[in-house]
């Protein structure tokens, strides 16, 4: 039972578009740890942000004050040498580890900020998740992936330079807000694809159900997911998912998947 969809289908139904990002992923987490207790991870949350308050000087600055605690302090950091550790994704062992991804970690401090009343968001930059922390007019960008490091225009531009080989201007489209069902399903796309690089069919396949369950529409999910059932020889699934994915694709691709769905389906009588 992947009980990680189930809780992510409770909580949709519950906040709809307004869906909370710690107990998003925390729940989503609960595939790979059915005993994860969310209150207490909350709990966690909630006493880092004391924390914080408390290295908080009267009309101090609180963008210094949530990376000196998180970054320094708490040691949250980036998983530079095990980048591709499926537990960088998995919210509970970011927090308990505190090792993570750029948007993992992002995620700690924005759930961190929220609670200290800080006006921040997610920004799904190219090449880079990062925060954006807003005091006043004043816009703060922090890297996650360097201790929260301050971001000016042309530190984005480098960004974007090392993400695409050209060196292109910042649109404003790229500092745009992410929103919590987009931040959990780039969190649980990364997750999938960790575990299709080490092999772990079927843990893509989980990570791939929890997506759809946020996001219902990402056809290029049910197709990947039919894809990876025909590479482990679950033909029906396979057929089930690639005939329900004709419809979105393009006209190449539609007819590649036709031409192979007769197969798929003499796999399936072969089986049984």
Same mark, same amino acid.
């Given at each position: 039972?992947?009980?990680?969809?189930?809780?992510?289908?409770?909580?949709?139904?519950?906040?709809?578009?307004?869906?909370?990002?710690?107990?998003?992923?925390?729940?989503? #987490?609960?595939?790979?740890?059915?005993?994860?207790?969310?209150?207490?991870?909350?709990?966690?949350?909630? %006493? =880092? #942000?004391?924390?914080?308050? $408390?290295?908080?000087?009267?009309?101090?600055?609180?963008?210094?004050?949530?990376?000196?605690?998180?970054?320094?302090?708490?040691?949250?950091?980036?998983?530079?040498?095990?980048?591709?550790?499926?537990?960088?994704?998995?919210?509970?062992?970011?927090?308990?580890?505190?090792?993570?991804?750029?948007?993992?970690? %992002?995620?700690?401090?924005?759930?961190?900020?929220?609670?200290?009343?800080?006006?921040?968001?997610?920004?799904?930059?190219?090449?880079?998740?990062?925060?954006?922390?807003?005091?006043?007019?004043?816009?703060? *960008?922090?890297?996650? =992936?360097?201790?929260?490091?301050?971001?000016?225009?042309?530190?984005?531009?480098?960004?974007?330079?090392? #993400?695409?080989?050209?060196?292109?201007?910042?649109?404003?489209?790229? *500092? @745009?807000?992410?929103?919590?069902?987009?931040?959990?399903?780039?969190?649980?796309?990364?997750?999938?694809?960790?575990?299709?690089? @080490?092999?772990?069919?079927?843990?893509?396949?989980?990570?791939?159900?929890?997506?759809?369950?946020?996001?219902?529409?990402?056809?290029?999910?049910?197709?990947?997911?039919?894809?990876?059932?025909?590479?482990?020889?679950?033909?029906?699934?396979? %057929?089930?998912? =690639?005939?329900?994915?004709?419809?979105?694709? @393009?006209? @190449?691709?539609?007819?590649?998947?036709?031409?192979?769905?007769?197969?798929?389906?003499?796999?399936?009588? $072969?089986?049984?």
């Amino acid at each position: 039972m992947n009980l990680g969809v189930e809780g992510l289908l409770s909580l949709v139904e519950l906040f709809g578009d307004e869906l909370p990002l710690d107990r998003a992923l925390l729940v989503a #987490a609960k595939t790979e740890h059915p005993d994860l207790d969310v209150s207490t991870y909350l709990a966690k949350i909630d %006493a =880092l #942000a004391a924390k914080v308050q $408390r290295n908080l000087e009267p009309g101090g600055d609180l963008v210094d004050a949530l990376c000196r605690t998180l970054f320094g302090a708490r040691g949250f950091r980036a998983n530079h040498r095990h980048y591709e550790d499926p537990r960088n994704n998995l919210f509970n062992q970011v927090l308990d580890r505190r090792l993570g991804v750029p948007i993992t970690l %992002a995620a700690a401090y924005l759930e961190v900020g929220r609670r200290l009343g800080a006006t921040v968001h997610g920004l799904g930059f190219p090449g880079r998740f990062l925060i954006a922390h807003d005091v006043g007019r004043e816009r703060h *960008l922090l890297d996650p =992936l360097h201790g929260g490091a301050r971001l000016d225009h042309r530190a984005c531009e480098r960004i974007l330079h090392r #993400a695409t080989g050209r060196w292109v201007s910042v649109k404003p489209w790229m *500092l @745009s807000p992410s929103p919590t069902r987009k931040i959990v399903t780039r969190v649980l796309t990364n997750l999938k694809n960790t575990y299709l690089v @080490s092999g772990d069919y079927p843990g893509a396949v989980t990570a791939i159900d929890r997506i759809l369950a946020i996001a219902p529409n990402a056809w290029s999910e049910v197709r990947d997911r039919g894809l990876i059932y025909a590479e482990i020889g679950c033909a029906r699934a396979a %057929a089930r998912d =690639l005939f329900a994915y004709v419809p979105h694709a @393009s006209a @190449s691709e539609a007819a590649a998947i036709e031409a192979y769905l007769p197969q798929l389906r003499r796999e399936e009588q $072969r089986l049984h």
